[in-house]
């Protein structure tokens, strides 16, 4: 038995590293497609802590996103070296900070950012959380889009843009890699990127949870009276949920950022968070597989049905363009795959199990 | 001073017309403790529906005088959206009522993206002017300028708000709307019909929500397929802050809320010396929500009630 779960692994890991190479060959808009299911699988892991692990409905969480992606935006593109004389002498040939500085202070940033929308506001019952968390990430996009005077830090709704590549050890990922007479696009490079990060998010994300800390969390979910009750110390378990979540969110915007090369206020609207929110609770709330399923599905699939929906407009007489069919299947989804399977489409076995044998 | 009591009106104006949404959302989470996402979706469709009515209506009847024309439309309105809502709550909301509390939600979301979709699909995306059908001359009040529109809104707010008190405190079905929210077993065993209760309650609050939509359509003069967002949040931020699940928290909430703004949007130009501009507005509602949650974490009006287990 054991042998054969290796072998599945083994199978598995062999087609993740090959996807993008085949799908390389379809052009590189199939390996972008990967490349934002594996973001949005990251952001919905770290929102899985927050929501999935101690319950705590948070409906803002793009903010965090943002944060990372305008750290990591302010910090390597020409913008404020621009606006700054000061920061332009300090740095003639411009700020093209490290990686391992930008997404460190970036993660730590939103972490913190987190902490202090936690502290105030944790000891809410669950549906204020939910509208309190809603505001602050209005706020930040208000903010971001607004912060372009007196002092021009974000740029406005016009967005920061010529950012940096990511580049690790020199290798560039901003551009193929040749390797005899075969090359990697540069999308593909991404997405090992990406894939490796999900691997690490997941691993912590699986060890979080059947740590202490993670049944903590889990009990505070199911019952926070009673968890407190055993003498957990509730409010400083929910903030560094809410502090470990954002963090992931920090992370994955430094990513999206130095992915797309353009970020503008437009990219972090509610309707974003909600969607995270979305994918979790399809997936199947706590439950890593499912969240991961669910992260895939209302991202990937709606994008390849941009492709599929050409004829269907013909059809319509360009009533339903793809944008708006994509819209009006994700809205399907979430009802009807919540309708049959309140619980999620993947839902933990083990959740519940106490109430059945009751 | 003028600039003050210019900013009163506007922000009473705007006020009423988040009361009258927030009182939606209110009853429906006093009830089934569901956010209802979908609410400002309502208002949208009853903004846009009693547009295309009276484009019918003017061609069909040009001579009628506008406030006929606004009464009628009004009314296709709330017809329009009391079979949404109702439809909403029995397709969507009603079979999830066991379920985890999450369900709901989501699908609450889901439906209030596909509302937008269909909307969008029917009525097309472009903006569309929203005809002024009252009389366009301001009245000038010493100084303080309002127009009919707005009184027609002050007055068409505290008369629905009237007949809703009536209406929750001395009959028989808002008898049985008060049990149901205290305690829907215990009101099923007295002989209250929840899900009759509920769906009242989802035919109440999409009369209001149409009433909203229209009158903030008149107000802007412009309507939409995405217009239903924005006063849906504030809405729902008015009912959080008066104390959610409390009808005259949702009213005193959504006024003060519009008076916040209106007030705050005046005047913080000339405290921060042009720093902070009024396009800071949407953000006020949220940071007085934080501030108030944090000092007062039910709300104004909320009863300060043991978590339940």
Redesign the interface.
Same mark, same amino acid.
């Given at each position: 038995m054991k042998n054969n779960k290796t072998l599945q692994y083994i199978l598995i890991g062999a087609a993740l590293i090959a996807l993008p190479l085949i799908l390389q060959m379809f052009g590189n808009a199939w390996v972008r497609i990967a490349d934002m299911a594996l973001l949005y699988i990251l952001l919905a892991i770290g929102l899985n802590i927050v929501?999935g692990y101690a319950g705590l409905?948070d409906l803002g969480y793009v903010a965090f996103f943002a944060v990372g992606a305008y750290m990591y935006g302010l910090l390597s593109s020409p913008h404020l070296t621009n606006t700054f004389a000061w920061i332009a002498a300090a740095y003639p040939n411009g700020m093209h900070m490290p990686i391992w500085l930008i997404v460190p202070v970036g993660a730590a940033l939103a972490g913190l950012f987190g902490m202090l929308l936690g502290a105030?506001?944790l000891?809410? /019952? $669950?549906?204020?959380l *939910? &509208?309190?968390t809603? $505001?602050?990430g209005? @706020?930040i996009r #208000?903010?971001m889009?607004?912060l372009d005077h007196?002092v021009n830090i974000t740029n406005g709704p016009k967005g920061l843009d010529q950012i940096d590549p990511i580049s690790i050890f020199g290798l560039n990922l901003g551009k193929k890699l040749v390797i005899g007479d075969f090359e990697i696009a540069s999308v593909s490079l991404y997405y090992y990127l990406f894939l490796s990060l999900v691997l690490v998010t997941i691993l912590i994300s699986h060890r979080l949870e059947i740590s202490r800390i993670g049944r903590a969390w889990m009990a505070i979910r199911e019952?926070? &009276? *009673?968890a407190k009750a055993m003498g957990l110390n509730t409010r400083n378990l929910k903030l560094l949920a809410f502090g470990m979540g954002a963090t992931f969110g920090g992370v994955s915007g430094a990513m999206f950022a130095g992915f797309q090369g353009f970020i503008s206020p437009e990219s972090f609207s509610?309707?974003e968070s #909600?969607m995270i929110? *979305?994918m979790v609770?399809?997936g199947g709330?706590g439950y890593l597989p499912g969240v991961i399923l669910g992260a895939i599905l209302l991202s990937a699939l709606p994008e390849v049905l941009r492709y599929v929906a050409g004829p269907l407009q013909e059809m319509t007489g360009g009533?339903?363009d793809s944008a @708006?069919l994509r819209?009006?299947l #994700? *809205?399907?989804?979430? @009802?009807v795959i919540?309708?049959m399977r309140? /619980?999620g489409l993947w839902p933990s076995p083990e959740h519940g199990k106490s109430l059945k044998t009751k | 001073m003028d600039v003050f009591f210019q900013q009163v009106i506007n922000g009473l104006v705007m006020g009423s017309m988040y009361a009258l949404v927030a009182l939606g959302y209110t009853m429906v989470y006093g009830i089934i403790n569901l956010i209802n996402f979908a609410h400002g979706e309502v208002l949208m469709v009853g903004a846009l529906t009693s547009w295309s009515a009276i484009g019918m209506m003017r061609d069909a009847m040009p001579g009628a005088p506008g406030w006929v024309i606004l009464i009628l439309a009004t009314l296709i309105a709330c017809v329009v959206a009391v079979v949404l809502n109702y439809s909403i709550e029995k397709i969507a909301y009603r079979p999830l009522r066991n379920s985890p509390k999450l369900a709901p939600l989501i699908t609450a979301i889901g439906m209030s993206i596909l509302l937008q979709t269909l909307a969008m699909i029917i009525w097309k995306p472009n903006y569309k002017a929203y005809p002024t059908l009252l009389s366009s001359t301001p009245i000038n009040m010493g100084g303080v300028v309002i127009t009919p529109t707005q009184v027609m809104i002050l007055g068409v707010t505290a008369v629905s708000l009237a007949i809703l008190m009536w209406l929750v405190n001395y009959t028989r079905l808002g008898r049985a709307m008060r049990a149901t929210a205290e305690n829907p077993r215990v009101a099923g065993l007295m002989g209250v019909k929840p899900d009759m209760v509920i769906s009242a309650t989802f035919v109440i609050g999409a009369i209001l929500a149409a009433i909203a939509g229209v009158m903030y359509a008149s107000n802007y003069g412009t309507a939409q397929h995405a217009m239903g967002f924005l006063p849906g949040l504030k809405a729902f931020t008015a009912a959080v802050f008066g104390g959610i699940g409390n009808l005259s928290g949702a009213v005193i909430g959504g006024i003060l809320l519009g008076l916040i703004e209106a007030i705050g949007s005046g005047y913080i130009g000339h405290l921060t010396g042009g720093v902070l501009g009024s396009h800071y507005t949407d953000i006020f509602a949220f940071i007085v929500l934080i501030i108030v949650l944090t000092l007062r974490p039910s709300g104004l009006m909320g009863e300060r009630v043991a978590d339940r287990a």
């Open positions: 929501v409905l105030p506001t000891k809410l /019952r $669950g549906d204020y *939910a &509208i309190v809603l $505001g602050f209005e @706020i #208000v903010f889009n607004n007196p019952d926070e &009276i *009673a509610l309707m #909600v929110v *979305a609770v399809l709330l009533r339903l @708006i819209q009006l #994700v *809205a399907l989804a979430m @009802i919540m309708l309140p /619980r | -």
